[in-house]
């Protein structure tokens, strides 16, 4: 079992920077690989970033390399979305996730990959 909690969500320029945070409770949290998705209004969720248990490996989506990077802290069990030069389209709620600590897979980016979810958290850009 493993709780995932967002924060760092809110209003900002567009522009503009934020840092998300995602907290992961227990002592397995370097067993799971670690992902970002977003979900705007009437549309479905999407893959945003993606790093593996040592953190030496990271995934993008198209949409937001090179603007968006993650990383993790394993001895704070705690990821993070850096996000910068952010436009409207970011806008979004930004959610968490964490596969399974006995997943092992080729892929990253699909909802399937992930056995637990936060709450998530609202990034609103504003022009």
């Known amino acids: 079992q493993v709780q995932l909690v967002e924060s760092g969500g809110g209003l900002v320029q567009a522009g503009g920077s934020l840092r998300l945070s995602c907290a992961a409770s227990g002592r397995t949290f370097r067993m799971h690989n670690m992902g970002w998705f977003r979900q705007a209004p009437g549309k479905e969720r999407e893959f945003v970033a993606a790093i593996s248990r040592s953190g030496d490996s990271t995934r993008y989506a198209d949409s937001v390399k090179g603007r968006f990077t993650i990383s993790r802290d394993n001895d704070k069990n705690t990821v993070y979305l850096q996000m910068n030069s952010l436009s409207a389209e970011d806008t979004a709620v930004y959610y968490c996730?964490?596969?399974?600590?006995?997943?092992?897979?080729?892929?990253?980016?699909?909802?399937?990959?992930?056995?637990?979810w936060g709450q998530g958290t609202q990034v609103t850009v504003s022009s």
């Open positions: 996730a964490a596969s399974a600590a006995s997943y092992y897979s080729g892929t990253y980016s699909r909802n399937r990959d992930y056995a637990y």
